[in-house]
């Protein structure tokens, strides 16, 4: 199907972006990598009036280091996200997590921040996100706001990111040997997350010090396994440990039923892949 007219405007600037997002209304979106947006204008479930394209900012790209904390561009690619050194050293979990998203086309093109504006609750960035306690750098005809992960995602396709505003980049406070692990259930390669886990943990003296532990698909928005953070912290990393705190996976959590799996099925796959993915980030075998 062809999309429906629009008008294209492409900018250099970040407070170009706004003012055209502010004078466009409400209809207006912005084209980024393109990854999300071109398959729903192709098949007519969003017919924006106008498209902003922001691919010629360069300020909206790559990873830079800011003391405690990384600084993630919203148009840096998944390609570069993953083959980064800074996100390697202190943000693990979201290269791993990056890494099963799509095919490496879709990484070439895709961004990080277009994957987290577009807030589907099964994609695999934004439980990531969360579970490392980044902050979004959002601007908008107010000048530039930060909100926390934690609080950016609103409900099904829906965030923090108003219309007539841009997220300019992520802030991750750095986690500097913490061990990692992004596990991923799906019927086919390149598929979208029936669930997901991203788990990440700092183990002192073979102890459990902290652990983050969020849901993806498991409702609207990514769910943070709280119950299970509990239960491991402070306790010895042994599989017996993780195991009987991944049996609180599901608790809090919402997921549907669909023609994947039934929500039984599902709350069953978070205790499971809970198990592996705490079980991996914290360097044990299973």
């Known amino acids: 199907m062809i999309p429906s007219e629009f008008d294209y405007l492409a900018v250099s600037t970040v407070e170009e972006a ?13 084209l980024a990598g393109g990854q999300s947006l071109v398959p729903v ?24 280091d800011d003391g405690d904390t990384i600084e993630i561009g919203a148009m840096t690619t998944h390609h570069d996200v993953i083959n980064d050194p800074l996100v390697g050293a202190h943000a693990a979990l979201l290269a791993l997590a990056t890494q099963t998203v799509g095919d490496p086309q879709i990484r070439h093109r895709g961004t990080v ?5 577009h807030g589907d609750p099964a994609g695999d ?14 601007a908008g005809p107010g000048g530039r706001r930060t909100v926390p992960a934690a609080e950016f995602f609103v409900d099904l396709f829906t965030t923090a990111v108003g219309p007539d505003e841009v997220l300019v980049a992520v802030r991750i406070p750095k986690k500097t040997g913490w061990g990692a692990h992004y596990e991923k259930f799906n019927r086919i390669a390149q598929a979208w997350s029936m669930v997901a886990v991203a788990a990440t943990v ?18 609207s928005i990514p769910v943070r396994a709280a119950t299970v953070e509990q239960a491991l912290t402070g306790l010895p990393a042994t599989t017996e440990t993780i195991r009987a705190a991944a049996l609180h996976a599901a608790e809090g959590t919402s997921p549907i039923s669909d023609g994947n799996a039934d929500t039984d099925y599902r709350e069953h ?14 360097g044990l075998t299973g």
């Open 113 to 117: 921040g277009g994957a987290l504006v």
């Open 269 to 282: 796959l978070a205790r499971v892949l809970t198990g592996r993915a705490v079980t991996a980030a914290a």
């Open 125 to 138: 960035l934004p439980a990531p996100a969360v579970a490392l306690e980044a902050e979004m750098i959002i």
């Open 202 to 219: 700092r183990i002192e003296n073979g102890s459990i010090a902290e652990a983050r532990v969020v849901l993806t698909n498991m409702g």
């Open 41 to 64: 204008l192709r098949l007519r479930l969003a017919t924006p009036t106008t498209l902003v394209d922001i691919n010629k900012i360069n300020e909206l790209r790559g990873v830079r």
């Open 18 to 30: 706004v003012q055209a997002l502010s004078r466009a209304g409400e209809d207006a979106k912005i």
